[in-house]
DNA sequence: ATGGCACCTGGAGTGGGCTCCAGGTCAACC
DNA sequence: GGTTGACCTGGAGCCCACTCCAGGTGCCAT
């Protein structure tokens, strides 16, 4: 019976990589729990897993779109607490969505503003 | 002769109100010279001018574009200097003008992913 | 004249999110 | 067997942008 096909693993310097997170951040991260904690070598050396490098795809996702670390925390929170929670998961990303919406929409009109000021400059000189 | 109409002039509480700072922002401003030294009446309080409201204007609208504080008092130094500074001011517009376009689509690219999981979250349940 | 309120100052404190550091372990290569 | 180099830990430090505080002044209404 063939052993299953080796579960992919990542060193640190990888996930750095792949996710563009620092490592100290990533270790933050796992610090406050919105990691958990990750796999280690013999040598105690974190091994990141397809999983983990997946869900920090989400994290970058995220922060990226300015959620708090607090919030993050919640939906890390609601994930790990299994099936049940998929409606709450759901009313928090949507509330996040809502906000990333009215985000663009405000920047888009600042936007407009800093090109005017572009324009008035121009024609000044 | 008549005297000039009397120049508008705003309280700390008015320019609160009209620009959404808080008078501990302002005062900040004022401290870290973001907003020139402010006129005083005889009580040696703030007595806000239409320029300085109108400047707080275009503070408020590089503040909620992600333009940092310490940029925020370049362009203010190019401002105060006059105007042979305004290629220089077009050319600090513009790149922050580049950065918000790029902040806007990286803002739409990742509000389609929280989006999709909101979808998939839905035809799990 | 007394209370309340809006304002003043200098300086300390806060919160978020990392980032850096000292001192140490292991593995691998020369 | 010695030196890199990637990684480890706990904890301190940093940066940004405010925000709060104590103690005080001046004006206005009751």
Redesign the interface.
């Known amino acids: 019976m063939p052993c299953l096909a080796p579960v992919s693993v990542y060193t640190p310097a990888e996930v750095v990589e792949e996710t563009g997170f620092s490592l100290d951040t990533l270790r933050y991260y796992e610090k406050i729990g919105l990691l958990e904690p990750v796999e280690r070598n013999a040598a105690g050396q974190r091994r990141f897993s397809q999983e983990d490098v997946g869900w920090l795809g ?1 994290i970058r ?2 922060r ?2 300015g959620m708090p670390i607090a919030e993050m925390l919640r939906f890390a929170e609601l994930v790990r607490a299994g ?1 049940h929670t ?2 709450d ?2 009313a928090l ?2 509330e ?2 809502r906000r ?2 009215a ?2 929409g ?3 009109e ?2 407009r ?3 005017d ?2 324009s008035y ?2 024609s ?2």
Do not use: F, G, M, P
Request: hydrophobic share 40%; with cysteine; proline share 0%.
């Open positions: 989400t996702c995220l990226d779109t099936d998929i409606a998961r759901i990303l949507e996040h969505d990333v919406e985000q663009i405000n920047l888009i600042r936007k503003y800093v090109s000021k572009i400059y121009r000044v000189l």
